[in-house]
T-cell receptor, first 114, second 109 residues
Framework: TAGITQAPTSQILAAGRSMTLRCTQD?????MYWYRQDLGLGLRLIHY???????GKGEVPDGYSVSRANTDDFPLTLASAVPSQTSVYFC?????????????FGPGTRLLVL | GQNIDQPTEMTATEGAIVQINCTYQ??????LFWYQQHAGEAPTFLSY????GLEEKGRFSSFLSRSKGYSYLLLKELQMKDSASYLC??????????FGAGTTVTVRA
């Protein structure tokens, strides 16, 4: 079972350009999440979706947008990248959206914005 | 706001025991997770505590005291492969998982 896949693995992006980070899960999980991980700050939630067709804002949503057209895919878009968006981005999913649900993480996308 | 504190780094010898502490002050509490993250890899689930007490799972145990806002992860019989970052995360409601910055554990021979 693949679990969660993310693409690309890494990317160098010029400031001002747009980019979509892809995330696909094959576990039929209802909830999906996008986090960024920065040194010394831990994982911070960007956006989440508790079921297909719905999305919500996390702790650091500015500059990012998401969509959830179906259960499996949850792309994250940077409309106009800035250097402060340099980070490692992790997609995660959980069977439900309840507080006790374990989240399973993808391998991450390493993004450098210059 | 959410405040989750854990030590930045710890070093221990192979075969020894290490205890990683996590203190938290959060608006709401619905359980505490521990994740393991090897360098360059994704976090993976280790444990979940929602009631006070100790949960044992092989070489790893996790303890929770809700009244003290305190948890620890105990790693016994350390192996080289246990060198990783350990992330404490508090669930304060649906969709809301707040992570500490992580503790990097280095196991030396």
């Amino acid at each position: 079972t693949a679990g969660i896949t993310q693409a690309p693995t890494s990317q160098i992006l010029a400031a001002g350009r747009s980019m979509t980070l892809r995330c696909t899960q094959d576990m039929r999980h209802n909830a999906m999440y996008w986090y960024r991980q920065d040194l010394g700050l831990g994982l911070r939630l960007i956006h989440y979706s508790n079921t297909a067709g719905t999305t919500g804002k996390g702790e650091v949503p500015d500059g990012y947008s998401v969509s959830r057209a179906n259960t499996d895919d949850f792309p994250l878009t940077l409309a106009s990248a800035v250097p402060s968006q340099t980070s490692v981005y992790f997609c995660a999913s959980s069977d439900g959206a309840g507080a006790q649900e374990t989240q399973y993480f993808g391998p991450g996308t390493r993004l450098l914005v210059l | 706001g959410q405040n989750i504190d854990q030590p930045t780094e710890m070093t221990a010898t192979e075969g020894a025991i290490v205890q990683i502490n996590c203190t938290y002050q959060t608006s709401g509490f619905n359980g505490l997770f521990w994740y393991q993250q090897h360098a360059g890899e994704a976090p993976t689930f280790l444990s979940y505590n929602v009631l006070d007490g100790l949960e044992e799972k092989g070489r790893f145990s996790s303890f929770l005291s809700r009244s003290k806002g305190y948890s620890y992860l105990l790693l016994k019989e350390l192996q080289m492969k246990d060198s990783a970052s350990y992330l404490c995360a508090v669930s304060s409601g649906d969709y809301k998982l707040s992570f500490g910055a992580g503790t990097t554990v280095t196991v030396r021979a």
